[in-house]
């Protein structure tokens, strides 16, 4: 057997539905990344590739056109949100990430790019129906997923509620599409968004002292 037969085939059964080893693994490694964007580690970057590798094989074995989809963009916006993180003027006086909630202008651009992108790539699943058998929902998680790693790769607050917002159509669509672990996990990655959501913003509300220049005096 190969590991990509093994990673397709079941590791034991969940509300009456199998669950594949693809799925728990991804998930698994999927919440660990939330747990370490709560935490404001730029290692949320890599891990969250790593997820959405092995992620891939699971919407792969389900037919899930447009979660294979939101995935290889996980992976593209994973590495583009690793390099953001790690430059040195997006760092707290911790030396962890600085949050802040977004301008006006900020929050206009992402509401319209997704409404936007949903309607064009909902559009491209109703036309082309072998890239998705449940287009519109597939294409809002594709979109909202997008939204929610670029507003987490600036450092916005926005960045819960963007994933709040695809985990309401996410959840259902899981258990539905037969991916009955990823609907589990959802329930924990809620508690997470909605705990890291707290912490982010409280953490907006504290100024962020910067080091001097050299040479200035306070």
Do not use: C
């Not at 594949?20 to 969250?48: E, K």
């Not at 599409?177 to 890291?196: E, H, K, M, P, Q």
Request: charged letters at 10%; hydrophobic letters at 55%.
């Amino acid at each position: 057997m190969s590991a990509l037969d093994w990673l397709h085939g079941t590791a034991f059964e969940a509300v009456g539905q199998p669950v594949i080893w693809s799925d728990m693994i991804g998930n698994l490694i999927g919440l660990a990344a939330l747990a370490l964007g709560w935490r404001r580690s730029v290692a949320t970057w890599p891990v969250q590739l790593l997820a959405g590798v092995i992620l891939v094989t699971a919407y792969a074995s389900a037919q899930l056109s447009g979660g294979v989809g939101k995935q290889l963009l996980v992976i593209a916006v994973a590495l583009w949100g690793w390099r953001q993180w790690r430059r040195g003027d997006r760092q707290a006086q911790d030396g962890q990430v600085a949050v802040r909630f977004g301008t006006t202008r900020e929050r206009l651009v992402l509401v319209a790019g997704t409404a936007a992108g949903t309607l064009l790539v909902g559009g491209l699943f109703t036309a082309v129906p072998q890239l998705s058998w449940n287009p519109w929902p597939d294409a809002y998680i594709f979109v909202g997923t997008l939204a929610a790693m670029v507003a987490q790769a600036r450092g916005l607050v926005e960045f819960w509620f963007a994933w709040l917002l695809v985990d309401v159509v996410g959840v259902p669509l899981a258990f539905h599409s037969g991916l009955a672990f990823s609907g589990l996990v959802y329930v924990i990655y809620l508690v997470l968004v909605l705990w890291g959501l707290r912490d982010w913003w409280l953490r907006s509300r504290t100024p962020t002292a910067r080091p001097l220049p050299e040479g200035a005096t306070a």
